[in-house]
Structures are given as structure tokens and as C-alpha cells.
């Protein structure tokens, strides 16, 4: 099974990957940054220099109307990557 979930594409990780070439990935909650790191050089073919990992907290949903609270957003790994100097990930490859 794979480490790796899926890449995080968002407006904040799409200026850091312009300015900074770090990339951003949903992660198991369980895997290692090792792992993390492997996977990466495996599935992306790329060479990793660092990584930061972070666990999300949950938020609360609640309805605006009647103020309840109807549930809460999943808790995920993320992982934020550099990779070293001249290397890239284009996601939008395969489309």
C-alpha cells in the first residue's frame, strides 16, 4: 500500500512551489518522514532534500442558520517537500 495519497494542490502550496520549489502531499497518518521521502524518489523519480510533516487538526462544520454543529473535516498527514536544485514534479503530466 502506498504512503502517499494524493499531491496537495492549493493556492498557497502553488506560490510556494513557484517561489520556492516546495511540493505538498496528503500523507497516511502513520507513515515516517523516511518513508515519505522514499516514495517520493520512487514514484516521482526526484531527489528530496528536506521534509516537513504536520498533522491537521479537525474543524467543525456547522450550519449558519441554527448554529449546530452538524460534523467536523477529516484529520490527514500532510507533507511539505524541497527538492533539490534543478529538479521538478509536474502533476499535470498525465491529464
Known sequence: MSVLIKPLITEKLT???????????VCQRSATRLEIKSEIEKVYGVEVEWINTMVT??????NRRTGQTTGRTNI???AICKLKE??????????
Open 15 to 25: 506560490m510556494l512551489t513557484d517561489k520556492r520549489k516546495q511540493y505538498g502531499f
Open 86 to 95: 534543478g529538479q521538478a514534479i509536474d502533476f499535470y503530466e498525465n491529464i
Open 57 to 62: 487538526a479537525p474543524k467543525r462544520k456547522r
Open 76 to 78: 490527514y498527514k500532510k
